[in-house]
């Protein structure tokens, strides 16, 4: 990779030392300048039906098979809702509950992982969060949480809190074995980490763009296997899920066959154009590169933290680890962190993980080692003073 | 309203004689070139956690402050969803039905305002589809079709299909003296005609943004009354749409107090920005102008298809009218219609109704009468024919 190159999609790094992916991903200043120029053509060009439905729809297309192949799906099995959160609640939704069943989380997923299950109370269904011991969940601990009332396993495939990556792969064998549905929700691992949603027997996935897939807010893939596809119903319908949307006569619905079924009105088409334009950004520099850079990265920083005596729950290598790390430092709560760091113009989040202060760290592929030094060094102030 | 001045914000009528508002609304070039400077920030400076929130969830609240002045409720009765069908499902999924209750519909209306509630079938929810006669449906009519067990009415405020304007205030008092739910699907209304949802005692409202709002896809109103808000729990809940959504400790689900409990997570800020943009500029022109600039486009059109015995079900006058106009000539198929009109860049919907089929024309505020006349020209071309 030619970081100088990439450095010049990136003018913000001029002005911020931006390790914050993990919270919002800078879009590449090519991308945006097509994505500016896609605007221009609603006012110039688009507004032809003929053109609506040829451009929009065939890039809405177009976009699916891009997402589909990054997570080694088909093209038919991925639906554009507007976030990631709504995927989950799909799920939620859509199946069918018996009151006793149960679903197993973890305290390592985002807060809407685990809402829409919470909300299902009262049909009877029990949510099981699984509490991480320092930042790690074995699938030793979901095989002692299942029992046979168990219909789903829900989880971050990297946790936003502090990077933990579960192993899918055993997960989706377990999950398998118990006749359970595996949700994963892959927002915090795309785009620099692969993912194979057959080898890993995934039912569910959801996923926003907007973090190292680099795209805008505003659409969100969500996955259903084939086989469910054709098992279950959409609990949203509406004209664009029918089989054919541009029947308007209000004959009888027919919903589509295949995951168009999740999308009962147009989506977000500026939104799902820069997704196509990000998917081809990552494919051009090549997914191994850019994980090689961001582990290059997250461990000088892991390195460098620990030599400090900082406390990091983020557990290293490519199994386990990602490019979130958390960093506490026992002698200074997170808020006097993030300040230090801000007045640096060094960009992170300030967060909490298992009641401890401090700040969640995410460097992308187009920061420098230069930068997690100068990461580094503000911690080492805060220590020696 | 300077119409020289205007034509330079819609490039397009350069190009196309865009007579088509109903399917997609053109979007003002200076609005355009605002939406492309809010992208350019995200690259340039918006990253920062502090931006994010201060910016994007600032202009959030902002929208919906503008898009509730528009139909007269309050700023905290208005959720973003991704599109106006998600509305109906909202409403569909989140009312707690008893077998044998009933909705009533309209053939009017457009194919999400029914689907949501045919599939509740299986619930032992009855839909009534109100047939047009000629184009119209009185409120006598819905009157008739209710019997004790309904429970909505649903309509377009003006239909998709040939442009009628339901009497919503009439509906909202036969909705209530029957304590039944009152749901509009403004989509086709908005932006061109006031719209008071107290005064029509309205209790659910979804409407888009890409018509005569003239905004892009991906972001749609939905308008819960107060009452109603602190009553239902909506079906989707995610981070977003918690009280505090900063609180990621995974503490218990508190839900908002507002609206926001209907937005589980992030919407499409891109696309809430350009609804700002334009509900300033629809401001700055004026409703009441803008109304009566189209209505009188409108009249024109009316009376000179009419002059060549063309077949107009869309009533006039401003009590049922709207700025949608179906045209059948009855010596021409609609497909022929809407090819010869091609021919001279002359941009409208081949539709049909009740059988016949024609075309569908929906002209805008920045229309002028030559356009139109150049329309009723080809009309006459085919008539003599």
Chains 1, 2 share one sequence.
Not at 13 to 28: Q, T
Not at 48 to 63: M, V
Not at 91 to 109: C, H, S
Not at 270 to 277: A, C, P, V
Request: with cysteine; glycine share 6%.
């Amino acid at each position: 990779m030619d970081i100088s190159r990439i450095r010049e999609d990136f003018p913000i790094a001029e002005r911020y030392n931006y390790l914050n992916s993990a919270a919002i991903g800078i879009i590449p200043k090519s991308n945006l300048e097509a994505l500016n120029k896609f605007s221009q053509r609603r006012i110039l060009e688009i507004p032809h039906p003929d053109l609506y439905h040829n451009e929009y729809l065939k890039l809405t297309e177009e976009t699916r098979e891009l997402f589909a192949r990054l997570i080694k799906a088909e093209k038919d099995e991925i639906s554009f809702q507007p976030n990631t959160s709504m995927g989950i609640n799909l799920i939620a939704e859509m199946l069918n509950w018996k009151r006793g069943d149960n679903v197993i989380v973890t305290d390592l997923g985002y807060p809407s992982g685990i809402y829409p299950w919470l909300r299902l109370k009262k049909r009877g269904l029990t949510t099981k969060i699984l509490k991480n011991r320092d930042g790690l969940i074995d699938v030793s601990d979901f095989e002692e949480a299942i029992d046979q009332n168990t219909r789903v396993i829900s989880v971050s495939f990297v946790s936003f809190a502090n990077g933990y990556r579960h192993d899918l792969e055993a997960l989706g064998k377990l999950a398998k074995q118990n006749n359970i549905y595996l949700v994963v929700d892959a927002i915090q691992g795309l785009g620099y980490l692969d993912l194979d949603v057959r080898k890993c027997r995934i039912d569910f996935l959801t996923s926003g763009n907007y973090k190292w897939l680099m795209a805008p807010f505003g659409a969100a893939e969500f996955y259903c296997c084939k086989k469910l596809l054709e098992e279950l119903e959409s609990p949203h319908v509406g004209w664009f899920s029918a089989r054919d949307p541009f029947d308007l006569t209000l004959s009888p619905y027919k919903r589509s066959r295949t995951a168009r079924m999740f999308e009962p009105g147009n989506p977000s088409f500026l939104s799902i154009f820069g997704i196509r334009e990000s998917l081809k950004y990552i494919s051009r520099l090549g997914m191994a590169s850019i994980r090689k850079t961001i582990f290059k990265l997250r461990n000088t920083l892991v390195e460098g933290l620990q030599e400090l005596d900082t406390w990091v729950p983020s557990p290293n290598g490519e199994r386990h680890g990602s490019a979130i790390v958390f960093a506490n430092l026992p002698s200074c709560v997170g808020e006097k962190v993030y300040a230090a760091l801000k007045k640096r113009n060094i960009v992170v989040s300030q967060r909490s993980f298992n009641g401890r202060s401090g700040v969640r760290i995410a460097p992308s592929f187009w920061n420098t080692h230069e930068e997690v030094e100068a990461l580094i060094d503000v911690f080492r102030e805060l220590t020696s003073k």
